[in-house]
């Protein structure tokens, strides 16, 4: 099946979910902060430029910080990088967290990540950004187990931290729209990881995603969704939309990681903590908000967990979170897909 092209250019999975700018070049930049920066004064979005220069003060204020220390800051500079985002995109939000602790200890005295909870108020900072993405999750109230499980980017980690755990995050290889002339139709086609090929992980699939019936190689898999198109290039206004809506319907099941390379996964279903109807982005931030107030008020048990069974899972995502951040929320503000530049993968 030949790949759906929009302005000379393959079409594929893209990192902004709500209003990707389909078939424009990537950005290729060092600084996601300047690029971002320079693009907010551009488009005359001035509080939201304000919010982003805080969100970036603190993430550098950050850097030279102890995993110990890091969260608070951490946090508030996620806070504002999404106070910019929902400024920029005309999203009405409090000026509060909308995000406190959640108590679900009960009689026990435990520290561990499975009774660390969050609850998500319903008006703030963190309620908004789930209205921006339209979040199906019903729950309001997550353990940090919950939320670190349902991050892609520390998946690996957990995986090994919980032993027993089967893998949430599929990877996946020729991530395209094809388009079917026989049908003319469009629909997201792409390949199971050769590690994680076969029946098995075909039947953990999400119900939006199935095996692709005519190739039957147990890694070829596509959507079930579709768009009508009548040939394999999106030239109008309208049949871009279709594209980005079609795209839009599935990035709760695909998620990515940025590097050198974006890696595509499908968020699989397996047994283990609850699968949250939830973007990572979100979960990030509110798993850091509630790190950073066990940072500011209780601080000898960050250094229980930080010395504790989970440390490396904590470490790493504290470490971790901020590019993977920056990346996701460059590519909702601008509608762009950023990589560092000189760098080209093999052919």
Known sequence: MPTLRINERDVGPHKATVNPNLGARTVLTNSHWEYVALWLRRERKISALFYWQQAQTFAQAAEGMPVSSAPLLLYYSFMNAVKALLSAKSVPFDEHHGVRAHNMRGSSSKIALSNEGVRLMQRGIAPALSQYFSEAETSTNHSLEELLFNIPWIHRTFCLTYKNQKDLFIPLTECRIEFDA?????????????????????????????????????????????????????????????????????????????????????????????????FPLTCTLLAMHRLSEICRYRPMELASFLTGQKNWLLTEFIRMSPPQFLDELSAELTGQQFMVPNVRPAS
């Open 182 to 278: 026989v049908s003319r139709t469009a629909y997201f086609s792409a390949m199971l990881s050769k590690d994680f090929a076969g029946p098995t992980f075909i039947r953990r699939l999400p119900p939006s995603l199935i095996a692709d019936p005519t190739a039957n190689d147990g890694r070829t898999i596509r959507s079930v969704a579709n768009i009508a198109l009548t040939q394999p290039v999106a030239r109008t206004t309208a049949e871009t939309s279709a594209v980005a809506g079609l795209l839009r319907g599935l990035r709760p099941d695909l998620n990515y990681i940025a590097g050198s390379q974006t890696l595509w996964y499908a968020k699989a279903v397996v047994p283990g903590p609850a699968r949250l109807k939830r």
